[in-house]
T-cell receptor, first 114, second 112 residues
Framework: EPEVTQTPSHQVTQMGQEVILRCVPISNHLYFYWYRQILGQKVEFLVSFYNNEISEKSEIFDDQFSVERPDGSNFTLKIRSTKLEDSAMYFC????????????FGNGTRLTVT | GENVEQHPSTLSVQEGDSAVIKCTYSDSASNYFPWYKQELGKRPQLIIDIRSNVGEKKDQRIAVTLNKTAKHFSLHITETQPEDSAVYFCAASPDSSYKLIFGSGTRLLVRP
């Protein structure tokens, strides 16, 4: 079964540094998302991306965050200047075009900001 | 915007018993309600979903019911097994292509 893949699985960075989290969505999917989950809390929506542009973003997704689909396969989340509170598990997800197509999550990247 | 409340936060049952997790939502435009199971350190995995044109859906030991008038939906797991132990999240969305708003999760423990 095809999967959403994310790299790295764990990223440690210092406060103020830039990080890029990488995702390869399932190949024929058209809708892409980033969610985050602070340890022990619920999954929170960050941003959705369709047709090469952001379709919706949450209040968490401020000017420090950006997404990009640099080629036909990768989907990246960049945090420009990380803060301690950015420490979380970041999940990429993708969905096919069919109405009944479910959302598929990747295994996540655990970001630790020190 | 949409807000999803989920109860209980923790649930402990004896193996073989049933478990019920309940969620309420606020946005009457929501019409897609998936349930995800998340094992420790792993990704959320879809276990069942329901759309607003259906009141109930069943898949083996798992069932979901939806009451659109009352804006609540529930997950029912029968004949629970230790491997059902995990955190379960409900979610709601106006459309399956849109963002999902998740509940706060229920930690289910099935005691052998």
């Amino acid at each position: 079964e095809p999967e959403v893949t994310q790299t790295p699985s764990h990223q440690v960075t210092q406060m103020g540094q830039e990080v890029i989290l990488r995702c390869v969505p399932i190949s024929n999917h058209l809708y892409f998302y980033w969610y985050r989950q602070i340890l022990g809390q619920k999954v929170e929506f960050l941003v959705s991306f369709y047709n090469n542009e952001i379709s919706e973003k949450s209040e968490i997704f401020d000017d420090q965050f950006s997404v990009e689909r640099p080629d036909g396969s990768n989907f990246t989340l960049k945090i420009r200047s990380t803060k301690l509170e950015d420490s979380a598990m970041y999940f990429c997800a993708s969905k096919g075009s069919s109405y009944n197509s479910p959302l598929h999550f990747g295994n996540g990247t655990r970001l630790t900001v020190t | 915007g949409e807000n999803v409340e989920q109860h209980p936060s923790t649930l402990s049952v004896q193996e073989g018993d049933s478990a019920v997790i309940k969620c309420t939502y606020s946005d009457s435009a929501s019409n897609y309600f998936p349930w995800y199971k998340q094992e420790l350190g792993k990704r959320p995995q879809l276990i069942i979903d329901i759309r607003s044109n259906v009141g109930e859906k069943k898949d083996q030991r798992i069932a979901v019911t939806l009451n659109k008038t009352a804006k609540h939906f529930s997950l029912h797991i029968t004949e629970t097994q230790p491997e059902d132990s995990a955190v379960y999240f409900c979610a709601a969305s106006p459309d399956s292509s849109y963002k999902l708003i998740f509940g706060s999760g229920t930690r289910l423990l099935v005691r052998p």
